[in-house]
């Protein structure tokens, strides 16, 4: 099952790519709503093979997921790959320059089953797959508005007086 979606940024492809690697505020992101992440690897910088062991509630159940990044090309995107006991996912982002102040990026996630509750878990999702597309969507467009906002902030910041 893949979700897609398409998204056009106010900002410069590199200040767009610097925000949407900024893994640390993801990391702060997801603690804050109560769940626990770990970086497993001991790179110094930003590349292929950073991986972080998470865990959180969904449903009212304990989950754990592995993920890695796989691929990671510098202003043109990246691919994760998520690892939990009854799926598999590949993130993907992919970002392009539509002109020197606005950028498209391209946010989409591809499940697959790895176990018979997997599958069953997919299967319940396709039978509403037009509401979670569309819950998709917005939380992507949500997204794509906050770094908008990242981006205006850091530029009044560097703005001279």
């Given at each position: 099952?893949?979700?897609?979606?398409?998204?056009?940024?106010?900002?410069?492809?590199?200040?767009?790519?610097?925000?949407?690697?900024?893994?640390?505020?993801?990391?702060?992101?997801?603690?804050?709503?109560?769940?626990?992440?770990?970086?497993?690897?001991?790179?110094?910088?930003?590349?292929?093979?950073?991986?972080?062991?998470?865990?959180?509630?969904?449903?009212?159940?304990?989950?754990?997921?592995?993920?890695?990044?796989?691929?990671?090309?510098?202003?043109?995107?990246?691919?994760?790959?998520?690892?939990?006991?009854?799926?598999?996912?590949?993130?993907?982002?992919?970002?392009?320059?539509?002109?020197?102040?606005?950028?498209?990026?391209?946010?989409?996630?591809?499940?697959?089953?790895?176990?018979?509750?997997?599958?069953?878990?997919?299967?319940?999702?396709?039978?509403?797959?037009?509401?979670l597309d569309k819950r998709y969507r917005i939380k992507a467009s949500d997204f794509a508005r906050i770094i908008e906002r990242q981006h205006k902030s850091n530029v009044?910041?560097?703005?001279?007086?």
């Open positions: 099952m893949k979700f897609s979606t398409k998204e056009d940024i106010e900002a410069p492809i590199e200040d767009a790519f610097a925000l949407f690697v900024d893994f640390d505020q993801f990391e702060r992101s997801a603690l804050r709503r109560g769940g626990q992440v770990r970086r497993t690897d001991s790179l110094k910088s930003k590349g292929v093979g950073m991986s972080w062991d998470a865990g959180f509630k969904f449903r009212g159940k304990a989950r754990k997921v592995s993920a890695e990044l796989i691929a990671y090309d510098p202003n043109d995107g990246y691919e994760m790959d998520v690892q939990s006991s009854d799926l598999n996912a590949i993130a993907t982002l992919e970002l392009m320059s539509l002109s020197k102040s606005r950028t498209r990026a391209t946010l989409s996630v591809e499940l697959k089953p790895k176990s018979l509750s997997g599958r069953l878990m997919i299967q319940t999702m396709r039978l509403g797959k037009s509401r009044k910041a560097q703005a001279p007086l």
